[in-house]
């Protein structure tokens, strides 16, 4: 079993930024490929970004790239999202989730363990 938490939410205004931290537990994660997603209020949840096992690849949706940032440290056993640039339409509850194949996914269903969520609120 992998334990995930998440933690480096909270709000800020349009245009800052905020790093998201995923601190795993349980067993080291080197072996799985991690990724972030979001859900906002009314909404499903959407893939954000994912890295692979060894971090070499890295993944995005679309309306993030060039504003946020995928990484990890092993040692640590910890994954961290960079968000820079944020926009009011960021604001959602962000979810760190882990997937035993090593390669990465943009799908939900590939994913094997989530954390609990940190909620994400940017202000216009």
């Known amino acids: 079993q992998v334990q995930l938490v998440e933690s480096g939410g909270g709000l800020v205004q349009a245009g800052g930024s905020l790093r998201l931290s995923c601190a795993a537990s349980?067993?080291?994660?080197?072996?799985?490929?991690m990724g972030w997603f979001r859900q906002a209020p009314g909404k499903e949840r959407e893939f954000v970004a994912a890295i692979t096992a060894s971090g070499a690849r890295t993944y995005y949706t679309e309306s993030v790239k060039g504003r946020f940032t995928i990484s990890r440290d092993n040692d640590k056993n910890t994954v961290y999202l960079q968000m820079n640039s944020l926009k009011p339409e960021d604001t959602a509850v962000y979810y760190c989730?882990?997937?035993?194949?090593?390669?990465?996914?943009?799908?939900?269903?590939?994913?094997?363990?989530w954390g609990q969520g940190t909620q994400v609120t940017v202000s216009s």
């Open positions: 989730a882990a997937d035993s194949s090593s390669s990465g996914s943009n799908s939900y269903s590939m994913y094997d363990y």
């Open positions: 349980g067993r080291t994660i080197s072996s799985y490929a």
